[in-house]
């Protein structure tokens, strides 16, 4: 049982680093000029559009248990 809760706090951790490392490398970017205000639109549409719907059919092909939900 222990091991469960130190698998989910490895994955929690890793995932919130990842975020944190794009946030910045996104503010290092605009800073060095390669973003401009601009590719914002753009982005937003790239995330709305390709990325959560990946990753909503990511996380639902990978969730266990999933073929008695669907």
Do not use: C, N
Not at 2 to 26: A, K, N, R, W
Request: charged share 10%.
């Amino acid at each position: 049982m222990h091991y469960i809760f130190m698998d989910f706090d490895q994955t929690v951790i890793q995932s919130i680093s990842i975020i944190i490392l794009l946030i910045l490398l996104g503010m290092w970017f605009r800073k060095m000029g390669v973003l401009i205000e601009e590719d914002g639109g753009l982005f937003a549409r790239l995330i709305t559009q390709y990325t959560l719907p990946a990753l909503i059919f990511h996380a639902l092909s990978t969730l266990s248990g999933a073929g008695s939900i669907l």
